[in-house]
Each structure stands twice: as C-alpha cells, then as structure tokens.
C-alpha cells in the first residue's frame, strides 16, 4: 500500500468541531466555484416550500427548478445561472432565474445513453473566468477485444459560450481504458483540487475483478493535469503494473466526489452492491478493497456473500462510514457551516433507494452518525453541492421529466 506523499490532516478532519469564521470560511468544491462566491443571487421557482425538522434543528425546502429528465450532475456559473447535465439522452441543460431554459446546450460530444451511462457530471476549469473552459463526463462508444460495440467512460472540454448556447472546441482529455458492452458503474465524478489537477472517477463496469486489475483504469480514481496529461509525480507512474493516471483504486461504484472544506482532502461516495455503500477518504496510492472486502453481499434472495465475504484484508483500506442496509449513495457535498452552522463540516450523501439525504456527522474519536434528510419528499436524490450562496442544492431523479432541482435554507423564524 503506497502512504501519501503529504501528511494526513486526521484531526483536522473532523466536522462539527472547529469554528470557522464566516469570513474567512473556504468554498466547497473546485477553486472554479470558490471563484463564483459573490455571484448573482440565484432565483428559484418556489420559495414558500415545506418545512422539515433535522436532529440539528428545522430547514426549508425551495424549488429551484423542474422539468428536468434523468439529472446527474450540477455547476454554478458565476452569473446565477447553474449548468445541470441529463444523464439520458444526453444534454446540458441551463437553469436560470428559477426556470429551466428549453434550449440545450449545442456542441456536445457523441454520447452513448445505455444503461447507467450518458452525460454525467461538469465541472468548470479553475480559470473558467479567463477561459470559459466546461469538463464533462460521459459514455463514449467503443470496440472491446471481442469485437463488440461497447462503451467507456470520458472526460471532455469545450469553451462555453452562454449568448450562443454552445460549447466551443470540444475534445477528449481523457478515455478510459474500461471498454466494455457492459451498461453498469461508468462513475463519473470530476473535481479539481486547489492545485489544479483534475480527478475522475470510473467505475468497475460491472465486472468487480477488473477493480484490482491496475492495467486498465476499472475501479479507479485518476489525476490528470487539465489538458489530459498525466502528471509526473502520480504515485504509479513507471509501474508496468499500472495505468500511469491512477491515484486510488479498488473502487466499485463512485458516484460522489468532494473536497472536504478545511482539511482539503479528497472524499468519495461509493455505491455497494446490496449493502456496503461507502463514504471514503481518498488518499494516495492506496488500495479500497474491492470486491476482495466489502460490507454488501450480492443480489438476489439468496444474498451470497461476495469472494470469501470478509469485510478487512491487509493493505487495503475501511471506509469512514458505510451503510447496511444499502441507500445506493450518489453525489457529495460538505457543508462549511456558512448557512447552517450545525452542520459545519457534515457530509451530505445522496441516496438514491434510499429516498434520502444523508447528512453525515463524524467526531473527534472518527465514530459517525448518519440521519436521513428529506425522505418526506419520497424522491430518489442523484446530486447535492453547495452552492456559492452557502445553501445545499440537490438533484432528484425521479427516473422521468419530473424530477427537481431543489435548495435547503434555514426555516423562517416562527411568530
């Protein structure tokens, strides 16, 4: 197992205990939506939403948007408005001013919308203001070895041009090696950390041996420069053994990604098979474990345990929380206690049979407590960011042209 090559900030990891100051408190996500604090205010459709109770106390629920089909991913632009990507067939959508726009987004790659796979996440460039530089995520069709039509997992840039409707100079930065006629577990989340460098997530494709087969990019989590190049000093770059983008591998189904807000750390959200889901600290070069450790076992009536059913090995890594039963988690998000103080450092899961938001507190001594959000709405939740107003926002996905874009802000004070 490869240890980082930077010190692990352990203690400073822990939510809940640490008192940020309001001005001087670091966006979530990417530096490109640190970049988007002092936007336009974001309109939303429907302010006067329900009102729920948290262990921690009551919060509203707005909606933002509606109309959307299969959402998967969300980013804020920095004048209001918000990009969301359709998951199925494929498009990019806008939200502004509380209305979902009728136009797409033109100029987007060809994507294969089979089974889980389609457009998925976007991210913008670090230096999107100069640049008006978009990543997406997305299936892309390919030849397996049997001479198969198959598909894989993408990352594409193209320059955004808002008064047009279009993405500009589109191009592939990066495909993984991961072709299969298989439709499961593509990934794909993307973030770029404070240093610049992009990572993308790709799933197992359904065939969970391939997580800890190194030569292809199954089960991985990969860092990237942004132009697609592989950095030098990435833990298994010269190891045969390995494709020179992995940074983490041994990864099932990740479909969340996210900066922890002070220590900066990279955290991921992984969907197990029946139980097992995961919510991990991504550190470098280090091994997850699947599918030779895992709290779930496999599907059907029978629930056989999966490979020799043991849940710890030697050189390979415990999740931070899991769950059992399964809530098939999705997006990520931590929260910087801006709006919600009581929530300061909490993860934010989504849960897809789950019909939740999970809200993750961990403490001082690592335990964690997990409570469900948002299950009153009985709605699959696909993705949650925090936006740069402060406030959660969440993706439902309903599996139609129903599902929502949601905020959660504090209750109004009571008379």
């Not at 299936?139 to 808002?162: F, H, I, P, Y």
């Not at 849960?351 to 299950?375: K, Y």
């Amino acid at each position: 197992m490869r240890r980082p090559a930077f010190p692990t900030a352990l203690v400073a990891l822990i939510a809940g205990t640490f008192a940020l100051q309001a001005c001087g408190a670091e966006s979530i996500g990417s530096p490109a939506e640190s970049q988007a604090q002092g936007a336009a205010e974001i309109a939303v459709a429907v302010a006067d939403g329900p009102i729920f109770q948290s262990e921690e106390g009551p919060y509203q629920v707005q909606t933002v948007a509606e109309g959307l089909d299969f959402p998967w991913g969300m980013q804020f632009l920095p004048g209001g408005e918000i990009l969301v990507t359709e998951k199925d067939p494929g498009a990019l959508r806008v939200v502004s001013g509380g209305a979902l726009d009728p136009q797409p987004i033109a100029g987007l790659p060809e994507i294969v919308a089979r089974g889980q796979g389609g457009l998925l996440d976007v991210r913008l460039h670090p230096e999107f203001g100069t640049n008006s530089m978009v990543y997406l995520s997305y299936s892309k069709a390919c030849t397996t070895s049997e001479g198969q039509n198959g598909a894989t997992t993408a990352v594409a840039r193209g320059s955004l041009d808002m008064a047009a409707h279009r993405l500009n100079g589109v191009e592939d930065v990066f495909e993984a090696e991961a072709c299969t006629a298989r439709g499961q577990h593509f990934g794909s989340r993307l973030v770029f950390d404070d240093a610049g460098y992009l990572f993308v997530t790709v799933g197992d494709r359904g065939l969970m041996e391939g997580a800890q087969n190194t030569s292809n990019h199954q089960g991985t989590l990969n860092r990237l420069n942004d132009d697609g190049s592989v950095p030098q000093d990435n833990p298994f770059v010269g190891d045969d053994a390995f494709q020179p983008s992995i940074w983490a591998y041994g990864i099932r189904s990740p479909q969340g990604l996210a900066l922890h807000p002070r220590t900066r750390e990279l955290w991921e959200t992984e969907h197990g098979p029946q139980g097992g889901d995961e919510l991990n600290r991504m550190e470098v070069g280090n091994n997850y474990g699947w599918p030779v450790i895992t709290y779930g076992v496999n599907y059907g009536s029978s629930r056989r345990p999966i490979g020799d059913g043991i849940t710890e090995a030697p050189g390979m890594e415990q999740p931070i929380h899991y769950w059992v039963p399964s809530i098939a988690t999705s997006g990520l998000a931590f929260h910087d206690g801006s709006v919600f103080p009581a929530w300061e450092g909490n993860a934010f899961v989504g849960g897809l049979a789950g019909l939740q938001l999970a809200r993750v507190a961990i403490a001082e001594d690592g335990s964690t407590h997990a409570e469900p959000l948002l299950a009153e709405l009985g709605e699959r939740i696909r993705d949650v960011r925090q936006g740069p107003d402060g406030f959660l926002y969440v993706l439902t996905d309903v599996g139609g042209e129903n599902a929502r874009l949601l905020r959660l802000v504090p209750a109004p004070a009571q008379d």
